[in-house]
């Protein structure tokens, strides 16, 4: 099979960068979720290059190293296991495609997608379905995904030896649920993907966290001259978590609550789905309470570490 005749025809239409993006470990319990992007010079000979699935290991590390080699440019992008559970694994892997697309030291023409749902990269895009086996751009960026994300686990092996990682990588064989009921989950394990009690206990964190920052986001907007409307209003389209009023604005305010700055920050969080979702839920309230005010949407993001005294709210005004 030509793998370049998907490239040669966006070439001829004037797309001269033309980047390859696919992922690597949607499936698997534990671990990140990683994405490449890869621009190679059109029609540039790599032997064996072909979707990683149908290569062997040994090839893969060959393909990997001339991948490196020979693209104009190429980068990672990841979602760690905490983004994949707060976010949904569909989500997490755009973010990590935007952040592998983001990454480029080169503007790509156009970005073609491995799949049939589009991660809305900065740059013009178009999904392949089944490009990994269709596209040598594709195909190089599962490569590059594949080996990066099988290297990681490899080193997560040698710090949770005992879930032997190097054998399945963190997908879910009989290996590795044996060594969950021997072991439980561990600290780089999807608790979302997990059936069991660990999978509730998150459940209650998410919401305990979820409660506990909208009180410290509400102190925080009454401090700074705002008045309490509703917290928690839902509709059939979704949910707002508080909707305040200053002198000028009504806002509709999305608030998250995290231990750190290793998450996603608050626009990469907010995405496009998530701000209809928002708007079409505060147009709906707006319908059934009259008010002048301008409406306003904002985000506040708050760090705490477990027990911390002082967290830190990072309160986006006009955020979408």
């Known amino acids: 099979m030509d793998l370049w005749s998907i490239e040669r025809e966006f070439f001829e239409d004037g797309y001269e960068l033309i980047c390859g993006v696919d992922e690597a470990g949607?499936?698997?319990?534990?671990?990140?979720?990683y994405a490449a992007a890869v621009i190679l010079p059109?029609?540039?000979d790599i032997p064996q290059l072909d979707d990683s699935k149908k290569c062997s290991e040994k090839t893969r590390a060959r393909l990997y190293d001339e991948i490196m080699e020979?693209?104009?440019?190429c980068?990672?992008?990841t979602a760690h296991h905490k983004e994949i559970d707060e976010l949904n694994i569909l989500q997490a892997t755009f973010?990590?495609?935007?952040?592998?697309?983001?990454?480029?030291?080169?503007?790509?023409?156009?970005?073609?997608?491995?799949?049939?749902?589009?991660?809305?990269?900065?740059?013009?895009?178009?999904?392949?379905v089944k490009g990994d086996a269709l596209s040598a751009s594709i195909a190089a960026a599962s490569i590059l995904a594949k080996v990066s994300r099988d290297r990681y686990m490899i080193e997560m092996a040698?710090?949770?030896?005992?879930?032997?990682?190097?054998?399945?990588?963190?997908?879910?064989?009989?290996l590795h649920y044996e060594k969950l009921q021997a072991f439980g989950a561990s600290e780089i394990h999807r608790l979302t993907f997990l059936k069991n009690k660990h999978s509730n206990t998150h459940k209650t964190a998410a919401k305990q966290r979820g409660n506990l920052g909208e009180a410290l986001a509400l102190e925080h907007l009454k401090e700074n001259g705002y008045h309490f409307i509703v917290q928690g209003f839902r509709s059939r389209v979704g949910e707002i978590d508080l909707i305040v009023e200053n002198r000028d604005h009504i806002v509709f305010v999305e608030v998250k609550l995290r231990k750190n700055a290793h998450f996603a920050n608050a626009c990469e969080y907010v995405n496009k789905t998530k701000q209809n979702k928002i708007k079409n839920t505060a147009k709906l309230w707006l319908a059934a309470h009259r008010t002048d005010l301008q409406p306003r949407?904002?985000?506040?993001?708050i760090y705490m570490e477990d027990n911390a005294a002082n967290p830190k709210i990072i309160h986006l005004e006009n955020a979408f």
């Open 70 to 73: 020979k693209a104009i440019a």
């Open 26 to 33: 949607r499936g698997p319990l534990a671990g990140p979720v």
């Open 158 to 174: 040698a710090q949770y030896p005992q879930y032997a990682f190097e054998k399945h990588k963190g997908y879910g064989t009989q």
């Open 95 to 128: 973010l990590a495609m935007n952040r592998a697309v983001d990454a480029l030291e080169v503007e790509p023409s156009i970005a073609l997608i491995d799949g049939n749902r589009d991660p809305k990269v900065r740059c013009r895009s178009r999904c392949i």
């Open 297 to 301: 949407f904002d985000v506040i993001e």
């Open 75 to 77: 980068s990672i992008g």
């Open 42 to 44: 059109l029609g540039i």
